[in-house]
């Protein structure tokens, strides 16, 4: 007998035959003899409605009164489902965040948790009921609702499950589990039994976008067994967990992408100490967000600066360059923002030598020009032209086997 | 300056141009120099949505559970509000049932209220801020979301105008006042400058449909000065309170009649001692609820019993009485569901003799048969036929001067 935590995103709740379906799932659990606390969001379609009825009255509402009104949408829904558990027969309590108590600090919007009391859940689980908590919301230390922002209830689940000590927090979704490339793209891409924490941050920060970044990170810090899976159909889904837990370590465990890319480059700038930020500073004023970076000292003494930002930011990063290219002392300002992010990602990089040389091969054997490259200990991301995201993608993945079950290490 | 407590319902925050103007309205208030503290419904039409979603989940859902995802309604109401008075420059704060701690018993979907906490809001109208409640709802000492039923939010003005000591509790609604009757059966109907806390209970439970009978009972416990407005034109409404501040005392308020009626009788019953209970003692088994009763003896040593109940009960009564009629000795059941109450109400009546004779009189000049009589200390109430209903009451409304200004006693 475990204790499971189940999250529901918006999509698995957004109806009520959808929910009742959500109720048979759970209460299968809990016949199998698990303890089972489920976290659900607000029905699709509802944060949106919410949100376009303060608009209407506001461009920019009060936060507060903002946490106290999306906090809503969660509140239906565990209502809802509470109700459907005990349709079927199976005993279920709701409880906000602030009956919880799911501990935030003010930060409206945006909150972080700080702290879970477990005893009111605790108590519920020993009378056999299932308990039904409203993800995305908690409250803070003056009982004002807050929300922790939009995909918060992944967060909810992983605090409550580190929190319970729970043995698994199961994510359900619209994809039954982590893929080794995104499925649209390579059609022979498999579905992962498992991946680390880590990788699994990398890949989300590369674009993939199974689970949310900050949910993963809780996980990997309170070592919570995640597990990724479909709300509508069965299947075992894909487990994120520590090095040391996953049993198969391949060297690759999968190719992330990003399409929404550009860079820009500001040419033949004197190589003096400094230059950098007096680049990345007016970037940085303006609001943008810069990924990679990269700078090349030429044989004159100049240097070119290379870097990449978001390609709704490009027009703005390069207006912001041109402005201060004379004081920089720039020969030019150059840009792309017809260029995506290729990235291969897995533990097994630490341990093995010569990885980027077999993905630069491959890529050159397809005629593929890389135009920038950035490392990190378990990732090589190449920056290419967008005409090529396809090919290169296919390309890696056949060339690093990912289509097979994993090649053991040794 | 005085603090004022302002309800508006579900029709006068219907939409967010609606809500804008009920926060045009508190603003005015404020700006008058008076603290504000504002009570509001769920936008109209939400109570149902949300009804209908429990109910197509479930035929009977779990009150705790329907109080949860009710109470969402007004929750909605008191973010928008108070965004909506931010955003006209007047600082604001929400507060659902539970922040302002509206302590209640535990019984759901209809919970009475036991305490208030005053702190809270008295620190936010200190601060110069309005505050904004969610109507209908409170929390249980376990911390649990109860609801007070349909037409709380009254309730929950009232309570908060008696917690607080507020100068005026103010009702917006969609009729601008108390009238002698209602204004689509005698056009020539006044409106009331003020009217007694019993003689409101009278018209509301005869139905007029202003106010909520629990609320003005509440208000007369605790004395707090209630008035009703209308949400759409400006204009003093009615007040509601006691005896002794209301300036005028008319002889009679007004006319209040109930079209929800039946009658039924029992005849020739043996004139025993127990034949009331005998005959309506399987009338609440069905759980039927009876008015007016009315009993004559005749010369045989035999009785008539007669009652009324309201008219969705007819049937079931009727069936109810021919089933125990044998045991009952009786010689015929009759009954009839085509008859309405028309009731005079004033506390004027208290020190006045020959209202009752006034009423009949002017009744019969007009050929109206009366049916069933019964009196209060502040009303008398006649049962008359249906068809009869409007011309009875433009009758007593011309008989008593209704359409004039109050006559004073003396």
């Known amino acids: 007998m475990a204790l499971i935590v189940q999250k529901y995103g918006g999509t698995s709740v957004g109806d009520v035959e959808r929910i009742q379906r959500v109720a048979q799932r759970v209460a299968t659990t809990r016949r ?67 009956q919880v108590r799911i501990l935030t600090d003010a930060a409206h919007t945006k909150a972080r948790i700080q702290a879970i009391d477990q005893a009111p859940i605790r108590e519920q689980l020993t009378q056999g009921r299932v308990v039904v908590v409203a993800g995305f919301q908690g409250v803070d230390e003056n009982g004002n609702i807050t929300t922790l922002g939009r995909g918060g209830s992944d967060t909810t689940a992983v605090a409550l499950a580190a929190a319970l000590g729970a043995d698994e927090c199961q994510i359900y979704t619209d994809v039954d589990g982590v893929y080794t490339t995104d499925p649209r793209v390579e059609p022979k891409a498999r579905r992962l039994d498992s991946v680390t924490y880590e990788e699994m941050l990398e890949m989300a920060s590369l674009g993939a976008k199974v689970l949310q970044i900050r949910s993963v990170e809780f996980a990997s810090k309170y070592n919570v067994p995640l597990r990724v899976l479909s709300s509508f159909e069965d299947g075992p889904g894909t487990l994120i967990t520590s090095e040391d837990q996953v049993m198969e370590k391949p060297l690759i465990s999968g190719i992330a992408f990003n399409r929404d890319e550009a860079k820009l480059t500001v040419m033949g700038v004197p190589d003096q100490p400094g230059v950098a930020s007096r680049i990345l500073g007016p970037i940085g004023q303006a609001n943008i967000e810069v990924d990679m970076i990269i700078q090349n000292v030429g044989a004159d003494g100049t240097t070119d600066f290379t870097f990449t930002v978001h390609r709704n930011d490009y027009p703005r990063a390069l207006e912001v360059l041109r402005g201060v290219a004379e004081s920089l002392g720039a020969r030019e300002i150059s840009g792309d923002d017809r260029i995506v992010k290729v990235s291969l990602v897995g533990v097994g990089m630490r341990s093995h030598a010569g990885i980027a040389g077999r993905m630069f091969d491959a890529l050159a054997k397809e005629g593929i020009n890389i135009r920038m490259i950035s490392t990190s200990e378990i990732k090589i991301s190449v920056v290419v032209d967008e005409k090529y995201l396809e090919l290169a993608v296919r390309t890696l993945h056949e060339a690093f086997e990912l289509e097979k079950a994993p090649a053991q290490l040794t």
Not at 52 to 69: F, K, N, T, Y
């Open 32 to 98: 199998q003899g698990h303890d089972v606390v489920v976290v659900v969001s607000a029905m699709s379609g509802e944060t949106n409605r919410l949100t376009a009825l303060a608009q209407e009255i506001s461009p920019r509402p009060d936060p507060r009164e903002l946490d106290v009104l999306l906090s809503t949408g969660e509140q239906v829904t565990i209502a809802l489902l509470a109700m459907a558990l005990q349709a079927q027969g199976q005993p279920a309590r709701s409880f906000t965040g602030a």
